[in-house]
């Protein structure tokens, strides 16, 4: 290997260590605008502390009720989710950070996770999908199922359907359909818009990104298809803000262990004294720590020691500390020094001023 590999090899290694310290300091700050939302839609804010380690995040994942993963970009710091169940007790959603080097770090981070509720106002458009099968079939193919709450004649005469970017049907008077026909596996994006008589457009959903299931797979009655959006919420929302005694939030179970990691350490530390401190305490013999001594007892009597002595307007030293006012009476003369009263043990106190 030549030089420039090794070099190369060395920095890569060095990166990662950086990396991989900067990976297990990393937060991801996961709150939500309110703790009962309108519709079926939530809004909420995503934080990476220090805002510096988001690069080091390959993508987000959004988990719905601890079973349900919505990915979403690495940039989206307000995110807004929609195509709840709202008949889902206690639902609740957290943000996992995975990072982009598994070399690194092989676990995602973890956000807490949040409780939410609906409180059964209609406010926008967000319809739900779910999907169901003809029990009399061989190989049946999967009906999606579409829900919506009306938002009033005064704002919606019409609903029309848009699948996979393709105006579909127009609907009045009803807020539900059926569409026949769907394979498993495959992903479809589904869009509901809704027009008053002169069919100007007054609201429209999000666009939902789905994949068909297959049938069999757990719960498909009660599968939640939700998108997430990089939006911040209206001015206008009629959100309902928490309580003292409501629930908002618990630490998710793999995060426990991270959380609890940092504080034992912050703790241990804490019970060491800097090393500094350390190697004052066995040797007090440096100048600072001489000078400090002194001047927190200075009005006591030097130690007898032959190598502490006092210079100030005669070029031999006191042999005895002479007090204060000595030398403030002298203080406008000139202090001579010689390289022989700085070395020899010779403890002269130097004022910072002097040091530099």
């Keep these: 290997m030549s030089d420039l590999d090794q070099s190369r090899s060395s920095n890569k290694k060095q990166n ?9 300091d990393l937060v991801i700050d996961f709150h939500l605008e309110a703790f009962k939302f309108p519709d079926n839609k939530i809004y909420g804010i995503v934080k990476v502390i220090p805002k510096s380690s988001r690069g080091l995040i390959q993508k987000f994942i959004l988990v719905v009720n601890k079973t349900t993963e919505i990915d979403f970009h ?7 989710a929609s195509g709840f169940n709202t008949n889902t007790k206690d ?10 080097n598994t070399k690194w770090s092989q676990e995602p981070k973890l956000s807490k996770n ?3 509720h609906f409180t059964g106002e209609i406010f926008a458009l967000s319809p739900t999908i779910s999907f169901t099968w003809p029990d009399k079939e061989e190989n049946p193919k999967a009906n999606l199922n579409v829900k919506w709450f009306h938002l009033g004649d005064k704002t919606a005469h019409k609903y029309i359907m848009y699948l996979d970017d393709i105006r579909q049907k127009q609907i009045e008077d009803e807020f539900h359909i059926c569409i026949k026909g769907f394979e498993s596996g495959k992903s479809h994006t589904f869009q509901l818009v809704s027009t008053i008589l002169n069919g100007k457009e007054t609201y429209r959903s999000d666009l939902m990104e789905f994949t068909v299931p297959t049938q069999g797979s757990s719960k498909n009655q009660e599968n939640e298809f ?8 209206p001015p206008n929302l009629p959100i309902v803000l928490p309580t003292k005694d409501d629930k908002t939030s618990d630490v998710v179970e793999n995060d426990k262990e991270q959380s609890r990691k940092p504080s034992l350490v912050l703790k241990e530390r804490s019970r060491e004294p800097p090393p500094v401190l350390e190697e004052q305490a066995r040797k007090p013999s440096s100048v600072s720590e001489e000078q400090y001594r002194r001047s927190s007892s200075v009005q006591k009597e030097p130690s007898n020691s032959d190598h502490i002595m006092y210079t100030c307007c005669n070029d031999s030293p006191h042999e005895e500390f002479p007090g ?11 202090i001579p020094t010689s390289p022989k009263s700085l070395i020899n043990g010779n403890k002269q106190f130097i004022s910072s001023t002097e040091k530099n």
């Design 16 to 24: 990662d260590q950086i990396n991989k310290k900067l990976w297990n």
């Design 324 to 334: 204060i006012e000595h030398y403030l009476k002298n203080i406008g003369d000139t």
């Design 74 to 80: 690495v940039s989206y710091d307000s995110i807004a």
């Design 226 to 233: 939700i998108t997430v959006t990089n939006e911040v919420p």
């Design 91 to 100: 639902p609740s959603a957290y943000i996992k950070a995975i990072p982009n």
């Design 114 to 116: 949040c409780y939410f």
